[in-house]
């Protein structure tokens, strides 16, 4: 049998909705990657200061508190640029995608997410991990 | 009261919860034997499959309240027939 594809890689989930973080974790943690989930822009800034991850999965519109995906993107890219970053969100808007892209977002997903959607955006992103392309 | 966008957000929001949900509980199935599962694996993968599909229908129901609530709004600025913007004043 392979090994999960995320075995010995971190990842955060940044969601404000409780179910989507309980659904991300176990789709996560069945691929093996440690998982550590925030339910606010600071919370996940605050989980960045005390650790390392290799991915983060940032929804760019969060109702709760002040910060949103894009300043936890930022905040990423300043203190761990070698993360990488998928920002979800529901607009599929070119201004924002470009804006993610040059803050230095490795990809970007719109909602609503489909198995084949985020499988594809996770092998891509460990792929780039693994090799150190990110 | 909340604005159109934000109700359409909400009503995206119920949309991707049931999108991750079925998600989960399809992958919670594959890659099992049913017929080689004990009477306690096969009992504990029912309970959630079932949890699972409880939570998908209430989701739903949310987000048909939503369209419910948007539809009035939505036929007064738009012919819901004609599809043609009611003319402002």
């Given at each position: 049998m392979s090994e999960p594809i995320g075995k010995?890689?971190?990842?955060?989930?940044?969601?404000?909705?409780?179910?989507?973080?309980?659904?991300?974790?176990?789709?996560?943690?069945?691929?093996?990657?440690?998982?550590?989930?925030?339910?606010?822009?600071?919370?996940?800034?605050?989980?960045?200061?005390?650790?390392?991850f290799d991915i983060a999965v940032l929804d760019i519109h969060l109702y709760k508190g002040k910060k949103s995906g894009i300043d936890v993107l930022k905040f990423i890219m300043e203190s761990r640029p070698d993360c990488c970053c998928i920002m979800l969100t529901r607009d599929n808007d070119q201004k924002i995608m470009s804006e993610t892209t040059r803050l230095g977002a490795c990809d970007y997903l719109v909602k609503p997410l489909t198995l084949q959607k985020v499988d594809t955006a996770i092998k891509k992103a460990v792929t780039r991990v693994r090799k150190g392309d990110k | 009261m909340s604005t159109l966008r934000e109700r359409i957000h909400e009503l995206g929001n119920w949309h991707n919860k049931i999108s991750m949900a079925a998600m989960v509980t399809s992958e919670s199935l594959s890659g099992k034997k049913i017929s080689k599962m004990t009477d306690k694996e096969r009992d504990e993968i029912i309970k959630k499959v079932v949890q699972r599909l409880k939570k998908i229908e209430e989701y739903v129901v949310h987000a048909d309240k939503i369209i419910e609530e948007a539809k009035p709004f939505l036929y007064k600025q738009i012919g819901a027939d004609t599809e043609i913007p009611s003319k402002t004043k």
């Open positions: 010995g890689l971190k990842i955060l989930v940044l969601d404000d909705e409780e179910d989507i973080r309980r659904f991300s974790k176990e789709f996560f943690q069945r691929r093996g990657f440690g998982v550590t989930t925030a339910s606010t822009g600071q919370a996940a800034i605050n989980f960045v200061k005390k650790a390392r | -």
